[in-house]
């Protein structure tokens, strides 16, 4: 059973876009909190943005702080993220993923507060 699915990684150049994608039956109407993660070779999973789904809130860590934008369509219960003038250091499998729980509005939660995992895609930026 695959709760959540990631789509919309792919192989782009230096200050391309991508829109990513996230839906599955682990985002539902219990769903209260959803959040982006990545993770590059050798490195630990860091956090990218949260989302609260009853009133948008959204939160932003570094990595794309400034570059990139979580939203979601609240019709199709489907989490996205645009990412713009990518780096290659934004090279990194991109996990989605949903909580019952409520997020903070100023800090990224821990791994462990989120119930849902996708499995992840691949997004590669090079020349």
């Known amino acids: 059973q695959v709760d959540l699915v990631e789509t919309g990684g792919d192989s782009v150049q230096p200050g391309g876009s991508l829109r990513l994608s996230c839906t599955g039956s682990?985002?539902?109407?219990?769903?209260?909190?959803m959040g982006w993660f990545r993770q590059a070779p050798g490195k630990e999973r860091e956090g990218i943005a949260t989302?609260?789904?009853?009133?948008?809130?959204?939160f932003y860590a570094g990595p794309g702080k400034g570059r990139f934008t979580i939203s979601r369509d609240k019709a199709t219960n489907t989490l996205y993220l645009q990412m713009n003038n990518l780096k290659p250091e934004d090279t990194a499998m991109y996990y989605c993923?949903?909580?019952?729980?409520?997020?903070?509005?100023?800090?990224?939660?821990?791994?462990?507060?989120?119930?849902?995992w996708g499995q992840g895609t691949q997004v590669t930026v090079s020349s």
């Open positions: 989302i609260r789904t009853r009133t948008n809130t959204r």
């Open positions: 993923a949903a909580s019952r729980n409520l997020c903070s509005s100023t800090d990224m939660p821990a791994f462990s507060f989120f119930e849902v």
């Open positions: 682990g985002y539902s109407e219990r769903t209260i909190c």
